[in-house]
């Protein structure tokens, strides 16, 4: 029952992620094409409440999708299984969180 859930839970962080990464490279792509610095993006992205939640919810799809696939890397070539291998995974996906969430709180904290 638990491979069902976390095949779930990787299935639908990927179809949060694939729209995002779509946007986030047009972003990319357009303020690259239009000379935008690194200060005006900063300036455009504090205290917006859009991209703070846009990049949190973006943080929190890679934090699943990737604790997920790393979870099963590990069982695979490593061939831990049971707890050592779901606290391993929790802390990872945990750690990618936490850094990803302070990422978004300095680019879009005010």
Known sequence: MIELRLYLAQRISAAIMAPLVLVHLGVMIYAIQGGVSADEILARTRGSLLWGGFYGL?????AVHAAIGLRNILSE????????????CWFIGFALLAAGLRAVAAVVGS
């Open 58 to 62: 973006f943080v929190i799809a890679v």
């Open 77 to 88: 070539w490593l061939h831990l299984r049971g707890l050592l291998l779901s606290g391993l």
